[in-house]
């Protein structure tokens, strides 16, 4: 049995997970379906949201805050951060606006967290 | 001089929360006095994710969340003034800000909302022996050169404190491209959430030192490096445990302090464990007519506790403008066996038995198999079954009716962690 802590949402449930394959995992101590959906991740393929900043010109801030739409595989952030450094987008910029699209190969898009106006 | 029904000081997540659901409880003359160039509060530089599951049932950024609520804002055209600061408030309500734009402006207001959050214990705070070379920053700071203005602070750093923004910043900084060599603590557990330390140390092998702290940093114009020791139960370091890490930063998240000197000025009762306000389960400070929400209040562990309590806030001040304090009694809810604070602090005893009612409280230190009980006139009203209570984790208990109506009835009342292992 391992013991894993939801990371799903700020309420951290401590999770008892018994078996190793999608197929014959029990979670309990999960307050909700989304830690039974963590456990399975991160038991077979551990994934990650990852939050960070791009270059922005034309904004009052130098940096805007993005994320990735979707988790990724946990062996990709440091890539995806990569490509975060290598991005400029130009303002006017709206929450949701894709500023990297299928970022490092994994299907999902990174997208801007801020609206930011035109300077 | 001007004159507004309400005047909310503070554009933040309390705030703006506050403001929406005054408008909706009718109140249309509102004004929000926030002094930074923009909504959002500190929202703005918590670029993570894992904001409002509760309110809005996914998972977002801190500007994505307060987005959400600033359109609210927009869409009812309640009048806010950015750059604005307020430098007094006083007992009658009255409210004196400056801002650029209008000068110094006092306001006669019908109720104030102070939601001016909280800020960060600085280094002066905790007495660390050394120079005072540069690489030294609160947390809360390196958060926003990093993350608003897109500088770097450091390569090498050492994290002291593990609450939550020491945390997040030790996953921000190694995304930056930093080493964060060892997050140091010094009590025996951690006052952060747990999935931080699963997602942002653990993740990336980052050591979680508890019982330790910095006793010395080095380092003239930059900072070179910092000792750090043990501590014994008391809390003194044992200097001959004593280690020298190198580094070049410092990030210091030593616990955030209401920031509560407008509401000394008008005469609010502080509370010396939560360093807010005392107030009344109507949200209102022993100040009549001035209300408070959020960090200011108390520091919360999400923001989405922050909204729910703020929009209370906002309703109960609506009901003040339009029909006055009630005459009566308000009881002291008392705190013991390891409880160690609830909000509101007073009960009133105004026969309101319909509107709802919620005890949040802290615990002192980690507990196992405790229920948090409340009483009145030494009878249980309520109970809650938790398996492990930490002093990082907000406990909450909310009233069904009937127990409202025992508890707004008696003539004492307590909250209490009964049974389990201490």
Do not use: W
């Given at each position: 049995m391992r013991e894993l802590i939801c990371i799903s949402c700020p309420m951290g449930c401590h999770l008892k997970v018994e078996g190793d394959t999608l197929e014959n995992i029990v979670v309990t101590g999960n307050g909700c379906i989304r830690g039974v959906i963590y456990a399975k991740n991160e038991i077979t393929a551990p994934k990650r949201m990852v939050c960070g900043t791009v270059k922005i010109e034309g904004a009052t801030q130098p940096v805007v805050s993005v994320k990735t739409k979707e988790p990724i595989p946990k062996e990709k952030i440091f890539d995806c951060l990569e490509q975060f450094n290598q991005t400029t987008i130009f303002a006017p910029v709206n929450v949701g606006d894709v500023a990297i699209s299928n970022v490092c190969g994994t299907g999902v898009d990174v997208v801007v967290t801020k609206g930011l106006a035109k300077k | 001089?001007?004159?507004?029904?309400?005047?909310?000081?503070?554009?933040?997540?309390?705030?703006?929360?506050?403001?929406?659901?005054?408008?909706?409880?009718?109140?249309?003359?509102?004004?929000?006095?926030?002094?930074?160039?923009?909504?959002?509060?500190?929202?703005?530089?918590?670029?993570?994710?894992?904001?409002?599951?509760?309110?809005?049932?996914?998972?977002?950024?801190?500007?994505?969340?307060?987005?959400?609520?600033?359109?609210?804002?927009?869409?009812?055209?309640?009048?806010?003034?950015?750059?604005?600061?307020?430098?007094?408030?006083?007992?009658?309500?009255?409210?004196?800000?400056?801002?650029?734009?209008?000068?110094?402006?006092?306001?006669?207001?019908?109720?104030?909302?102070?939601?001016?959050?909280?800020?960060?214990?600085?280094?002066?705070?905790?007495?660390?022996?050394?120079?005072?070379?540069?690489?030294?920053?609160?947390?809360?700071?390196?958060?926003?050169?990093?993350?608003?203005?897109?500088?770097?602070?450091?390569?090498?750093v050492v994290i002291l404190g593990s609450g939550d923004i020491g945390l997040i910043m030790a996953r921000r900084m190694t995304f930056e491209g930093a080493k964060v060599k060892a997050v140091v603590e010094l009590m025996p557990y951690s006052s952060g959430l747990n999935r931080n330390i699963v997602q942002c140390l653990n993740d990336f092998d980052i050591p979680l030192l508890f019982s330790h702290t910095v006793v010395q940093v080095h380092g003239q114009g930059r900072l070179t490096g910092v000792t750090i020791a043990k501590v014994d139960e008391n809390l003194r370091p044992l200097m001959e445990t004593a280690q020298f890490i190198e580094c070049d930063t410092l990030l210091l998240s030593v616990g955030l302090l209401p920031e509560n000197e407008l509401a000394k000025n008008a005469d609010v009762e502080i509370s010396p464990v939560t360093g807010g306000g005392v107030v009344d389960d109507g949200m209102m400070?022993?100040?009549?007519?001035?209300?408070?929400?959020?960090?200011?209040?108390?520091?919360?562990?999400?923001?989405?506790?922050?909204?729910?309590?703020?929009?209370?806030?906002?309703?109960?001040?609506?009901?003040?403008?339009?029909?006055?304090?009630?005459?009566?009694?308000?009881?002291?809810i008392e705190t013991k066996n390891g409880v160690r604070y609830c909000v509101p602090a007073l009960l009133k005893k105004d026969g309101d038995f319909t509107s709802s009612l919620n005890f949040k409280m802290r615990v002192a230190s980690v507990y196992k198999n405790v229920t948090l009980t409340v009483f009145a006139d030494g009878v249980v009203v309520a109970k809650k079954k938790r398996p492990i209570v930490t002093p990082g984790e907000m406990e909450s208990i909310t009233f069904k009716q009937e127990q409202i109506k025992i508890l707004k009835t008696a003539s004492n009342v307590q909250v209490s962690l009964e049974g389990g292992e201490k």
């Open positions: - | 001089m001007m004159t507004r029904n309400l005047v909310i000081v503070g554009g933040g997540p309390a705030g703006l929360a506050c403001a929406i659901s005054a408008y909706d409880a009718g109140e249309k003359d509102i004004l929000i006095l926030e002094r930074e160039e923009e909504l959002g509060g500190i929202l703005n530089q918590c670029i993570h994710n894992g904001f409002g599951l509760h309110t809005f049932k996914e998972e977002l950024t801190g500007p994505e969340y307060a987005d959400r609520y600033i359109q609210q804002v927009v869409d009812r055209k309640i009048e806010y003034k950015l750059g604005a600061t307020v430098i007094d408030v006083n007992n009658k309500k009255q409210v004196t800000y400056v801002s650029k734009q209008d000068g110094l402006v006092t306001i006669d207001a019908k109720a104030v909302v102070l939601s001016c959050g909280c800020r960060e214990r600085p280094r002066g705070a905790i007495n660390i022996a050394g120079m005072r070379g540069s690489g030294i920053f609160s947390a809360g700071t390196a958060q926003k050169l990093v993350n608003v203005q897109g500088l770097s602070v450091g390569k090498e400070t022993t100040t009549e007519g001035i209300f408070q929400c959020g960090n200011v209040l108390h520091v919360h562990d999400l923001v989405d506790f922050v909204s729910e309590e703020s929009a209370l806030a906002g309703q109960r001040a609506v009901q003040y403008i339009k029909q006055g304090a009630p005459d009566c009694e308000k009881i002291k």
